[in-house]
């Protein structure tokens, strides 16, 4: 999937918008992890967050798509999904022997899943879900959620990679 870290058009439909903005955070969360040493992509930098790492939040991230466009609103299993597991906590953030190339490209894959599913949809649906509340929300609630949480990490990956070797910038 290749998303642009350009900002979606100043006049556009609502979709465009929605999908556009989110796209952009996406891809920033790649651009943050471009060049990073392999020595730092599983290495804490918060010390009462150790599972914090940037390889940790990326697969948290493709967890979270997951979790709202396939399980939430699709209906689908949760079985797979470590978000649903009640011991370890933070079992999505558990990647020890996996390399962030694999991690990212995992995310992309899910990212391009959830697009394929919101261009399938209407806005106003809602899902399906019948054991979670969170369900009920329509889809341009949970893109909106999904925007909202993708952007609150990328600034999480601006922070430890300044953090890990100084690298820091918007876009």
């Not at 967890?63 to 299993?77: I, K, P, Q």
Request: net charge negative.
């Amino acid at each position: 999937m290749t998303m642009s870290r350009e900002r979606p058009p100043f006049v556009a439909d609502e979709r465009t918008l929605l999908v556009g903005w989110l796209d952009q955070q996406r891809a920033l969360v790649r651009w943050k992890c471009e060049g990073l040493a392999a020595a730092d992509e599983q290495r804490s930098v918060l010390p009462t967050s150790p599972l914090m790492t940037v390889a940790g939040l990326v697969s948290h991230m493709r967890w979270t798509e997951h979790c709202w466009f396939n399980v939430l609103f699709l209906g689908e299993s949760h079985a797979d999904n470590p978000q649903f597991q009640e011991e370890p906590d933070d079992a999505d953030m558990l990647v020890a022997g996996i390399s962030l190339a694999q991690l990212l490209a995992d995310y992309e894959t899910q990212c391009a899943q959830s697009n394929e599913i919101v261009a399938t949809h209407s806005l106003d649906d809602t899902g399906k879900h019948p054991d979670f509340t969170a369900s009920q929300a329509t889809l341009r609630w949970m893109l909106l959620h999904m925007l909202e949480e993708t952007a609150r990490h990328v600034g999480h990956l601006d922070t430890m990679r300044e953090l890990l070797d100084g690298n820091k910038g918007y876009y």
